[in-house]
């Protein structure tokens, strides 16, 4: 991704601007550590297509809810799972993180971006409540959740979660299939199937449409 000034001038006359932000964080065997994010790129390329705007490079750090399980502290499907997961590197205090998506949202106005819509491709509880609260404290910021309002209830790498990333990048479907992956992995005893078995593109294309869809109307009443 790259902007020269004259595209970015142009951009910030017409005042908005995407920030794509996902998490870098365990997803089971079957997806990319990179998924949220990932699927927050994808969805701000759609959303910039039917209103324009600026789409930052994606933030891949967040926060989340964590509790101390045996002295060790347990962010995020840690909590869930009771043990550290390998590839979760986007944890940050919540007050660093505030002040960051608050200092970002400062400098985009101060360039002319009248509203920055932070699109989140993480839905911890944590890592939303924590966005909430830089909106309140920055003008022009708004928090738009894509997984709000959906016919279907997502969870975390499960098969809906699976079908969005192959239907935003097909090429996922062949490289998570081809993968042998043993019953005892973490995430499909925690679910108790293989999720891959219950996607599909065609339903994440589905999801997909319905999650811009939901997007765009939030979106218009902030323009």
Same mark, same amino acid.
């Given at each position: 991704?790259?902007?020269?000034?004259?595209?970015?001038?142009?951009?910030?006359?017409?005042?908005?601007?995407?920030?794509?932000?996902?998490?870098?964080?365990?997803?089971?065997?079957?997806?990319?550590?990179?998924?949220?994010?990932?699927?927050?790129?994808?969805?701000?390329?759609?959303?910039?297509?039917?209103?324009?705007?600026?789409?930052?490079?994606?933030?891949?750090?967040?926060?989340?809810?964590?509790?101390?399980?045996?002295?060790?502290?347990?962010?995020?499907?840690?909590?869930?799972?009771?043990?550290?997961?390998?590839?979760?590197?986007?944890?940050?205090?919540?007050?660093?993180?505030?002040?960051?998506?608050?200092?970002?949202?400062?400098?985009?106005?101060?360039?002319?971006?009248?509203?920055?819509?932070?699109?989140?491709?993480?839905?911890?509880?944590?890592?939303?409540?924590?966005?909430? %609260? #830089?909106?309140?404290?920055?003008?022009?910021?708004? =928090?738009?959740?894509?997984? *709000? +309002?959906?016919?279907?209830?997502? !969870?975390?790498?499960?098969?809906?979660?699976?079908?969005?990333?192959?239907?935003?990048?097909?090429?996922?479907?062949?490289?998570?299939?081809?993968?042998?992956?043993?019953?005892?992995?973490?995430?499909?005893?925690?679910?108790?199937?293989?999720?891959?078995? %219950? #996607?599909?593109?065609?339903?994440?294309?589905?999801? =997909?449409?319905?999650?811009? *869809? +939901?997007?765009?109307?939030?979106? !218009?009443?902030?323009?």
């Amino acid at each position: 991704m790259k902007t020269y000034l004259k595209d970015f001038s142009k951009m910030a006359k017409r005042g908005i601007a995407y920030l794509p932000i996902g998490t870098l964080e365990w997803h089971g065997n079957h997806l990319p550590i990179e998924t949220d994010y990932l699927v927050a790129v994808k969805l701000c390329e759609m959303l910039a297509k039917k209103k324009p705007g600026y789409i930052l490079p994606p933030m891949y750090l967040g926060t989340d809810k964590h509790k101390i399980v045996n002295n060790k502290k347990l962010v995020g499907m840690d909590r869930y799972l009771g043990k550290k997961l390998a590839g979760n590197l986007y944890y940050l205090d919540p007050a660093l993180f505030e002040k960051m998506i608050v200092s970002l949202g400062k400098n985009l106005k101060s360039q002319g971006f009248k509203k920055i819509f932070l699109i989140a491709g993480h839905a911890g509880s944590g890592h939303l409540n924590t966005l909430a %609260k #830089a909106v309140k404290k920055q003008s022009g910021l708004v =928090l738009v959740n894509p997984w *709000e +309002n959906l016919n279907i209830d997502a !969870k975390h790498a499960d098969e809906y979660e699976t079908s969005i990333l192959w239907a935003c990048y097909p090429e996922e479907k062949i490289i998570s299939r081809k993968m042998k992956i043993p019953a005892s992995d973490d995430c499909f005893r925690f679910y108790g199937y293989d999720p891959r078995k %219950k #996607a599909s593109v065609g339903l994440g294309r589905k999801i =997909l449409k319905e999650m811009v *869809e +939901n997007c765009l109307r939030e979106i !218009k009443k902030y323009l």
